[in-house]
């Protein structure tokens, strides 16, 4: 099981981070400012660290630099700005890689298991690339989707969609819920966008849409994928 380090000073994104982290087998711990992140890197034994760019005490750079002078973790910069300066600077202080805010949390995911994996450091669902269910098959490093070995084309929303229903398989979603781990809180309110691409799933994915066998509907709840 990895072991994830993150820091930000927004405690609400921390929280959503966590809990998606945790729920994909990671072992979490959390900070809220530079100079936390550089003694819990200094004591945590950590295999991965996700720092914000703009933290009190000390910012996300000085905090990488530091980390290191006594470690090579890998280190993710969450930032809200993008310019391509900011990114060379970081790069420069230690930085492996950057997201930029606001970001998909499964794109982020995505970083952690590529990073994990150049690392040398993976969990059982970090090795396992491919997720399948009956006649559905996704591989998660080509971002590709097949139906009896036949390859589905799936828009990047959907296959973020049901790349998430894949790997929690019997864990049901509300509308809500799913809007904000796929689309973003910008997306609030708008339910019909996710009855909108589990139909598209279904058409592009089932075998009878209209009696779908893994993408199913608990009613009044939301969606799940079929679990075993």
Known sequence: MAKILVVDDEKVLVKGIKFNLEN????????YDGEQAVELARNGGFDLIILDLMMPKIDGLQACMRIREFSNVPVIM?????????KI????????????KPFNILELKARIRAMLRRAGTSSQKEKASRLSQG??????????????????????????????LMRNPG??????????????YEY??????VDVHIRRLREKLELDPANPEYILTKWGVGYYLKNG
């Open 24 to 31: 994909e087998g990671y072992q979490v711990e959390v900070g």
């Open 171 to 184: 864990r049901v979603y509300s509308r809500e819920n799913l809007l904000n781990i796929v689309w973003g």
């Open 135 to 164: 006649h559905i098959v996704l591989d998660t490093d080509e971002r590709s989707a097949f139906r009896d070995g036949t390859p589905v084309d799936l828009t990047a929303k959907e296959f973020d969609l049901m790349e998430l």
């Open 78 to 86: 969450l930032t809200a700005r993008s310019e391509d300066t900011d």
């Open 89 to 100: 600077i970081g790069f420069e202080c230690g930085a492996d890689d950057y997201v930029t």
């Open 188 to 193: 609030a309110g708008e339910y019909r966008t």
